[in-house]
Each structure stands twice: as structure tokens, then as C-alpha cells.
């Protein structure tokens, strides 16, 4: 049986990946097939907090002569159906889940409360966390990153629809190199498509490793957490 390298993870789950082969909305299915490892997760002892996106919706930069702000406020409602989503699919696989938003909706999840969230991990709950950082003009990528550091999180877990990090675009340079490691200064410094900046700079400043990794095999979650080589490691 594998063993967990880290206690306490949060995953980072972009919209689009809850959308499956359709692209939009919600294909509940594949969200079932990423939720079974992150039961297996907790079983294993493993405390795991979730951010999702709202791109499978929504997305805020995209949305042309429209107010920025009203625009981001718009994403963000489009994270709580997501949070709510994963919230039943973890759910119907018989696990204890809590969705937290940084905007208040008391009749649909909790609102975000630091000392609350960490009660709920020790007391072996899964989070889900909505609404990014309840502010305009921040990615939920960088949600993630103030998410992991407010909770004390060993490590974030970006699960994307690509294999690690590149060099270059893998999808448009069929010689894009793929890093194994590789540090924040060099994210930062060269651009490199892990988080925006942003996120990349709390996790520097947090000392918070990142695994960028596929979801083609939502197994990779529990590999990630398990130590085995998986992705693309980000750290000091």
C-alpha cells in the first residue's frame, strides 16, 4: 500500500476540467472520477482542501466591454456551482464535505473562516472552497496559493490538462521540453506557465512546493501525494 508523503493538500481544480469531453457545464460523471481518489486520499489519513475555477462557466478576462469587476464577480459565482458540484459527488462517495465561499451565501455553504477550515480538516472533512478570493482581479489560481498558506498546507496540487510544466506551449511546439523540477525563481523569472505570477510569488514567499500534473489519470492525485514522480515539481 502507498504512503502519503503529505498530511495536508490542497488541490487545485480548473473549471474546464469538471466539464469533461463537452467543454461546458458540469459533466458530473468525470467529476465522480476525480473524486474517488481524493476519497482514497482520505482514507489514507490525507487532509484535503479543494479550490476550484469557474472557466467552465465564466471567465471574467474574456468578457470583452464589460466591467472588470462585475465581470470577476460574475467567475466567481460560477466557482460555487463548481464547489457545489465536487460538494456532491464527494458526497454520493460517502464522504464528510464543508464548502466555504469568500463571499457570504449563508443558505448554500459556509462563509470562509480560517480557525473553521482548519477545524474541518483535523476533524478529517473534505473542503471545498468557492468564490476564489472573494476580490476582483485575482485568479483562483492565486485563491489557491492564499488558500494553501492560510491553512498550512504542505503542498498544492495543480491538476491540469497537461502532463507538467514546458519551456514553451507543448500543444503548438512539438519540442517543448518538460521540466521534472524546477524552481520559482525560474518560473518567475522566464514566464513559465505554472500559476500567474501572483501565485507564483505567495508560494515563494510560503515556501509552498507545487505539483503540476495530468488529470487524464485522476490516479496522478494520489501518486502526487504519495511522492512518486508525477508532473513537474515547483520549489525553492
Request: charged share 25%; hydrophobic share 40%; net charge negative.
Amino acid at each position: 500500500m502507498m504512503t502519503p508523503k503529505y498530511k495536508r493538500v490542497l488541490l487545485k481544480l480548473s473549471g474546464e476540467s469538471l466539464a469533461g469531453a463537452e467543454k461546458h457545464g458540469i459533466d458530473f460523471d468525470t467529476v465522480l472520477n476525480y473524486c474517488k481518489p481524493i476519497k482514497t486520499l482520505n482514507d489514507m489519513g490525507v487532509e484535503v482542501a479543494i479550490v476550484v475555477g469557474g472557466g467552465n462557466f465564466w471567465r471574467g478576462r474574456s468578457s470583452g466591454k464589460m466591467d472588470r469587476t462585475r465581470a470577476d464577480h460574475m467567475g466567481m459565482l460560477a466557482t460555487v456551482i463548481n464547489a457545489l458540484g465536487v460538494c456532491d459527488a464527494l458526497e454520493q462517495l460517502d464522504m464528510e464535505v464543508r464548502v466555504q465561499t469568500a463571499i457570504a451565501m449563508q443558505q448554500v455553504a459556509e462563509p470562509y473562516i480560517r480557525n473553521r477550515a482548519i477545524r474541518h480538516l483535523e476533524k478529517g472533512r473534505i473542503l471545498v472552497f468557492g468564490c476564489g478570493t472573494g476580490n476582483p482581479f485575482f485568479s483562483t489560481d492565486t485563491a489557491a496559493a492564499l488558500r494553501a498558506a492560510e491553512i498550512e498546507a504542505d503542498i498544492i496540487l495543480k491538476a491540469t490538462m497537461v502532463d507538467g510544466v514546458y519551456d514553451c506551449d507543448p500543444k503548438t511546439n512539438p519540442d517543448a521540453k518538460k521540466f521534472d523540477k524546477v524552481s520559482f525563481h525560474e518560473v518567475l523569472n522566464h514566464d513559465l506557465k505554472v500559476m500567474d505570477s501572483t501565485a507564483a510569488a505567495i508560494c515563494k514567499d510560503n515556501n509552498i512546493p507545487i505539483i503540476v500534473f495530468s488529470l487524464e489519470n485522476p490516479e496522478n492525485i494520489v501518486a502526487a501525494v504519495c511522492g512518486e514522480n508525477v508532473g513537474t515539481l515547483v520549489e525553492q
